[in-house]
């Protein structure tokens, strides 16, 4: 029982706890003004440009921290903040998103794989809800074991998704620091703004797949404990 609270308990703390980190640490080094007043989609530009990209349109999207990159329609889309903003907050965060693109442009290896899971882990993502749900009422009968068991395929390719899915981000973020450095956009001291909102972001990516592995392990459990009653 108390393994089980630590499964749903931890990860569900770890993920606030991320959570209130980027928050605080995106809302300081938002009021933080960059020396060279250079905005985030200057900066995203710079930074792709640099790398040679020339094919990818960099809008400006609604939303709080609703910045994404989009490769298959070769867009970079940054929230009205970070668009516009010359914050450290909002270079940082714009220059991660280039370092995606350059993740794209160099065939970055975790990137393709990730990519490669997209399509799988949308159907996992849509149906692993209502397979463990449904799994967990029936779970005294064959067709409930057999559901819940599907449920924790599905998770398990959540979880594989989100695993790649972290050196995909750490390294966005690496190539963002240098090349705010590198093309003059910041200078180093300025870059302790930028390192703690990265980081911060970088947090909530490895609370999301310990939330998906805690909740895998609560399943497998779930299962080996109805295989014992039987």
């Known amino acids: 029982m108390l393994l089980i609270i630590a499964l749903v308990a931890v990860p569900m703390l770890f993920g606030l706890y991320a959570q209130m980190r980027v928050s605080r640490a995106y809302s300081k080094n938002l009021k933080i003004a960059s020396r060279g007043n250079i905005t985030g989609r200057e900066a995203a530009a710079a930074v792709m440009e640099s790398a040679g990209i020339h094919d990818i349109e960099i809008v400006e999207i609604e939303g709080h ?3 994404h990159f989009d490769p298959i329609n070769k867009r970079l889309a940054l929230s009205s903040a970070n668009y516009r903003g010359s914050s450290l907050a909002a ?9 995606h693109a350059i993740q794209q442009k160099v ?18 993502a849509g149906a692993s809800n209502f397979l463990i749900l449904a799994g967990v009422l029936l779970i005294s009968t ?3 074991g057999k559901m819940l068991m599907i449920g924790a395929v599905a998770l398990a390719v959540i979880c594989l998704f989100q695993l790649v899915t972290l050196p995909v981000e750490f390294d966005a973020s690496r190539r963002a620091k240098v090349q705010l450095v590198n093309l003059g956009i910041l200078s180093r001291d300025e870059m302790e703004g930028v390192n703690e909102t990265l980081d ?17 392990l609560h399943i497998l459990l779930m299962l080996t404990g109805s295989r014992r009653d039987d």
């Open 142 to 144: 064959a067709i409930g």
């Open 65 to 67: 921290l609703s910045d």
């Open 107 to 124: 065939g970055y290896s975790m990137m393709k794989i990730r990519q490669t899971l997209v399509p799988a882990t949308q159907i996992a």
């Open 200 to 216: 911060a972001a970088a947090l909530t990516y490895v609370a999301a797949f310990v939330a998906s592995l805690g909740s895998l």
């Open 91 to 99: 270079l940082g965060v714009s220059a991660h998103e280039a370092g």
